[in-house]
């Protein structure tokens, strides 16, 4: 079971969508240091953990390579008491050459057993051998994945100041289109057309009335001419034209 554990935590870190995680977070730079936490505790507990198997594994090839040198130990036991009982049974000392027979005998037992161990324990070892390696593997993959978050986390937080940047420009750009200069500068100009066609009316209504003027001065001195000629008629003369002048 705790074998399966690390296999399944590795696993589902392994296959962690680092991208997804980021879209989905409300503050980018508080989820990236949570996640470099977490990852950073789950790699301290898989090291911990994989130290423990491969320790479990040392132990097991410990006894392994134990078991086969017992085996060959009580193999060597067996073959010298046989040859012992040999000799004294060719020198007629069947007792001793009995006794010897059944040392060899209870050698051999010793012998098998400690190779059942060894034939028992072969494929544990393989085994865990195999569990140790994925591990390995699974656990280097973590820490490239660490490295990725954490190159990960300064692209993002690079990005968001540069959003941030960009938002505080478009903020800026939307106050000078509320208050725009232009518009300002148009109103302006318009004013200043109509002071101008004011002024060019008083100018052109001032002209009209100096006409005006000189136009009943020509008439006064008609006028005038008119009481002239009049006096004179009155006075008995005979009035004179221009013409006749």
Do not use: C
């Amino acid at each position: 079971m705790a074998k399966q554990s690390i296999f399944g935590r590795i696993s589902t870190l392994m296959k962690a969508n680092i991208n997804a995680i980021l879209d989905q977070a409300e503050d980018p730079e508080k989820m990236l240091d949570q996640l470099v936490r977490d990852y950073t505790n789950n790699i301290a507990d898989a090291e911990a953990a994989i130290a423990e198997t491969i320790g479990n594994l040392r132990l097991l090839e410990r006894d392994h390579a134990e078991d086969k040198q017992a085996a060959a130990e009580w193999g060597n036991k067996a073959l010298a008491a046989s040859r012992k009982a040999d000799e004294l049974r060719a020198s007629g000392d069947t007792v001793d050459a009995d006794k010897f027979d059944a040392l060899a005998k209870v050698a051999l037992q010793r012998q098998i057993s400690a190779e059942n161990e060894v034939k028992a324990t072969a494929p544990q070892l393989e085994a865990q051998n195999e569990v140790v390696e994925k591990l390995k593997a699974g656990l280097n993959g973590m820490k490239v994945k660490l490295e990725q978050l954490r190159g990960k986390r300064s692209e993002l937080l690079a990005r968001q100041k540069t959003a941030e940047a960009q938002t505080r420009v478009v903020d800026a750009v939307k106050s000078i289109d509320v208050l725009d200069p232009t518009s300002e500068l148009g109103r302006f100009e318009e004013k200043v057309r109509r002071v101008e066609a004011r002024a060019a009316g008083q100018q052109e209504l001032a002209a009209s009335s100096l006409d005006a003027q000189f136009e009943s001065l020509e008439d006064l001195g008609e006028l005038t001419e008119v009481e002239a000629r009049l006096a004179q008629l009155k006075s008995g003369g005979q009035p004179q034209g221009q013409l006749g002048q």
